[in-house]
Antibody, heavy 116, light 106 residues
């Protein structure tokens, strides 16, 4: 069964950094397009990054220059490095495979709280 | 950026009733439109992809239609487990989501 498990969330001060991980099972992260989607408390869904099979990566305007998505094929893991965090980055962060396509899968999410 | 507008924001219905949810795009997304269901504390669940195709394991009471800028998700007869928030999402340019429609028990 395809599975995505996120980790790395927690409480961080404004201006701090955090790295999220997403371990994939039963498929390889390099063979699908992978996304990070976040959801602020009580709010809707926002895609923050997409990494394609050719390794090109796109970011939302709200995080470009601060967040970096990457993947480690040997560990079958997707990462999201988040720097210069702001209170408005507080959200549950989901990793997902093939968002909006047949066979799409989502992790359970990890909560990031940016607060002093 | 393509903006998706969902209406209504809240739909109050009883079990057994028909639900019709709307999603309008600010420009054409062809058929690159998906629908998700989300319950509290859970990840979104894909219902419909490419505007009208049901995802694996999704009951036949869920159907999607539309193309271009106007799309509809229909739940033919609401079951108790269908009361949730529904999001549309386009993948034509970048990935954006609508603001959601909450289907609540009347």
């Amino acid at each position: 069964e395809v599975q995505l498990v996120e980790s790395g969330g927690g409480l961080v001060q404004p201006g701090g950094s955090l790295r999220l991980s997403c371990v994939a099972s039963e498929f390889t992260v390099s063979s699908n397009y992978m996304s990070w989607v976040r959801q602020a408390p009580g709010k809707g869904l926002e895609c923050v990054s997409v990494i394609y099979t050719g390794d090109s990566t796109l970011y939302a305007d709200s995080v470009r220059g601060r967040f970096t998505s990457s993947r480690d094929i040997s560990k079958n893991t997707l990462y999201l490095q988040m720097n210069s965090l702001r209170p408005e980055d507080t959200a549950v962060y989901f990793c997902a495979r093939d968002v909006g396509k047949q066979g799409a899968s989502w992790g359970q999410g990890t909560l990031v709280t940016v607060s002093s | 950026e393509i903006v998706l507008t969902q209406s209504p924001a809240t739909l109050s219905l009883s079990p057994g009733e028909r639900a019709t949810l709307s999603c309008r795009a600010s420009q054409s997304v062809s058929s690159y439109l998906a629908w998700y269901q989300q319950k509290p504390g859970q990840a979104p669940r894909l219902l419909i992809y490419d505007a009208s195709n049901r995802a694996t394991g999704i009951p036949a009471r869920f159907s999607g239609s539309g193309s271009g800028t106007d799309f509809t998700l229909t739940i033919s007869s609401l079951e108790p487990e269908d009361f949730a928030v529904y999001y549309c999402q386009q993948g034509s340019i970048w990935l954006t989501f609508g603001g959601g429609t909450k289907v609540e028990i009347k």
